[in-house]
């Protein structure tokens, strides 16, 4: 009889609860990643440095034509054993796979972020970032001050879409073993042949993260859109 309704009940849906926290989880640390690498090598690319430039580039060649399950297989087979045995021991112990995978996903996203910041940076004219410097501004202060709080406006729609690529791509990581919500109805469906309700409940969890991200991304992209008016 077709109801989802019970898959969500006793273990199975503690494993369903499970998978759901773990993919939010990954979102989170593999997003906080992707900014962090993305607006460092944005604000390098802006520096104007030949080797700067050309390792931003590269960089983002790379992680933009390899596939993302390769690197994430890299990652978590070849990255992890170059590590100390102790280090190996203890990540294995502690869930590697979780944090091998969100690095992997964060890296590789952090090539788009950071395309998207330099169109966000390229908006903003540079009649400002010479005033600032006439005003005695370093290069960092005029990028904090001025440039990036503009990029990030400007650049806004561009980031919750790579957000729901971040979000999207955790699925991925069932390839390592690591218990999100694809690896989690994954092991449901196998144990219970329920294929249909138990993808369909995945489905509609993925549907709901992904319109609560472009909602929010909305609301912010209004705010700061409402903000600059005023400004």
């Not at 390769?70 to 990652?75: T, Y």
């Not at 087979?77 to 944090?99: C, D, E, R």
């Amino acid at each position: 009889m077709f109801n989802p309704a019970n898959l969500l009940q006793g273990e199975n849906g503690t494993i369903i609860a499970n998978g759901m926290i773990a993919s939010v989880e990954l979102t989170v640390l593999a997003w906080l990643v992707a900014f962090g690498v993305g607006l460092g090598l944005a604000v390098l690319r802006a520096m104007h440095t030949r080797a700067g430039t050309a390792f931003v580039a590269v960089y983002v060649a790379y992680h933009r034509n390899v596939p993302l399950l390769v690197q994430i297989l890299f990652w978590y087979f070849g990255i992890s054993g170059l590590l100390p045995g102790a280090m190996q021991q203890w990540l294995n112990g502690h869930g590697g796979g979780f944090f091998s995978g969100a690095i992997a996903i964060g890296l590789c996203l952090a090539a788009f972020v950071s395309e998207d910041l330099r169109s966000g940076m390229r908006s903003v004219s540079s009649g400002q970032r010479e005033a600032a410097r006439s005003l005695g501004l370093t290069f960092f202060q005029t990028m904090r001050d001025i440039v990036i709080p503009q990029a990030l406006r400007n650049a806004m729609p561009a980031l919750v879409n790579s957000t729901l690529l971040i979000f999207k791509n955790t699925s991925l990581l069932m390839a390592i073993g690591v218990t999100e919500m694809t690896y989690a109805s994954r092991m449901i469906e196998a144990q219970t042949f329920r294929t249909l309700e138990v993808f369909l409940i995945a489905t509609a969890f993925y549907l709901m993260v992904s319109l609560v991200i472009m909602v929010g991304g909305h609301a912010l992209e209004r705010h700061y859109r409402i903000a600059g008016r005023r400004a």
